[in-house]
């Protein structure tokens, strides 16, 4: 299993950043997807997540980020994305890709990541 995230950087408070996680190794397209952050001296924190077909109704976000954060995937070309928008200076975390976890707005985290990406740094200020 390999995944691979790009596409942090250091933006202004404000700004928007789009994230990518390429997939590998795995069959894509039959799992459910994530992204999880963590801050310096923080815990890691469960921000998206999306299923396998990436159906209408099928993702779920963190409180925190809910309305500025969106998260899609091309399952053709194995790759999930994470769009974030009017980011916060408290959006300042390294942002990983998960593989085959799954949380709904009404259950939480229902099934815990197996795998992750080294991450990917996201500066906000």
């Known amino acids: 299993v390999q995944l691979v995230e790009s596409g942090g950087g250091s933006v202004q408070a404000g700004g928007s950043l789009r994230l990518s996680c390429t997939a590998s190794?795995?069959?894509?397209?039959?799992?459910?997807m994530g992204w999880y952050r963590q801050a310096p001296g923080n815990e890691c924190e469960l921000v998206s997540t999306?299923?396998?077909?990436?159906?209408?109704?099928?993702?779920y976000y963190a409180d925190s980020m809910k309305g500025r954060v969106t998260i899609s995937r091309d399952n053709a070309k194995n790759t999930l994305f994470l769009q974030l928008n009017s980011l916060k200076i408290e959006d300042t975390a390294m942002y990983y890709c998960?593989?085959?976890?799954?949380?709904?707005?009404?259950?939480?985290?229902?099934?815990?990541?197996?795998?992750w990406g080294q991450g990917t740094q996201v500066t906000v200020s």
């Open positions: 998960a593989k085959d976890v799954f949380a709904s707005q009404t259950d939480g985290v229902v099934t815990a990541a197996d795998a």
């Open positions: 190794g795995f069959t894509f397209d039959d799992s459910d």
């Open positions: 999306i299923s396998s077909d990436g159906s209408d109704g099928s993702t």
